[in-house]
């Protein structure tokens, strides 16, 4: 989802939070969908926010949100 939306090259996961709605149950069909929420800077960082939700079969299965540097600072020459 990330790729969708802003250019990635190496990414570094910093946190998540994750609301397990239910579990899938075999043959349904899941659906994720995600949306940037912020984008901002810090110590020279460059971070997104996204947020996600996971449906079976149109049923809430995960929510949660996600923040990750996907620019990290260039080290000094």
Known sequence: ML???V????WIHVGS???HHSALHDGE???ARGVVTGLF???GHEFVELDVD???????VLSGSHTAI???RQAAT
């Open 17 to 19: 939070t994750l609301h």
């Open 41 to 43: 800077e810090r110590k």
């Open 7 to 10: 250019l990635l090259s190496p």
């Open 54 to 60: 996971m449906r079976g079969d149109g049923r809430p």
């Open 29 to 31: 069909t899941l659906e």
């Open 70 to 72: 996907w620019r990290p």
């Open 3 to 5: 790729s969708e939306n």
